[in-house]
């Protein structure tokens, strides 16, 4: 099974506050691992709405309805 992002970070989050590392690098690689997983949902979640909204107007207007249809498979295509 495979866990969501949010699964992950939350993991990662709890692990950092967990881990114990003398110098502190292991904290801040996690930390940051975290950090650039939340900052990545976020801009798909931005890149996903902007482009359901270019379908949506595309739509309306009647254009391009092979590139409508390429939107909506490339974003349900998740790995």
Do not use: F, H, Y
């Not at 003398?22 to 931005?46: C, F, H, M, S, Y």
């Amino acid at each position: 099974m495979k866990s969501t992002t949010r699964s992950l970070i939350n993991a990662l989050r709890v692990l950092d506050s967990q881990l114990q590392s003398e110098d502190g690098v292991a904290n801040a690689v996690v930390a940051e691992a975290a950090t650039r997983l939340e900052e990545q949902q976020e801009r798909i979640k931005r890149l996903e709405s902007a482009g359901d909204l270019m379908a949506q107007r595309a739509a309306q207007l009647g254009l391009l309805p092979m590139a409508i249809e390429g939107w909506t498979k490339a974003k349900e295509a998740k790995p």
